[in-house]
Nanobody, 114 residues
Framework: QVQFVESGGGLVQPGGSLRLSCAASGSNFSSDSMGWYRQVPGKQRGLVAFINSGGNTHYAESVKGRFTTSRDNAKKMVSLQMNSLKPEDTAVYYC????????WGQGTLVTVSS
């Protein structure tokens, strides 16, 4: 059974940084493309960062140049470095495969506020 456990969220001021981590289990991680998704109340969950098995990345326009995702296949972990955070980045962040599986974790809340 595939499971994802996200961590690293918190409260940060605008312009600040956070690093999110995700531990995966029960999947063929090294061959999976992975994604970071975020959701705010009342809106659909959306993909913000993508990394394929070869390490190639793609980002939503809203985070391009500010967010960087990476992966460690040996540890079955994926990370999201978030810099120059804005209030509109406030959301619950999730990791999953891309395209996603029906196996969402609890997510980690990021709040950007002064």
């Amino acid at each position: 059974q595939v499971q994802f456990v996200e961590s690293g969220g918190g409260l940060v001021q605008p312009g600040g940084s956070l690093r999110l981590s995700c531990a995966a289990s029960g999947s063929n991680f090294s061959s999976d493309s992975m994604g970071w998704y975020r959701q705010v109340p009342g809106k659909q969950r959306g993909l913000v960062a993508f990394i394929n098995s070869g390490g190639n990345t793609h980002y939503a326009e809203s985070v391009k140049g500010r967010f960087t995702t990476s992966r460690d296949n040996a540890k079955k972990m994926v990370s999201l470095q978030m810099n120059s955070l804005k209030p509109e980045d406030t959301a619950v962040y999730y990791c999953n495969t891309a395209p996603f599986k029906d196996a969402w974790g609890q997510g980690t809340l990021v709040t950007v506020s002064s």
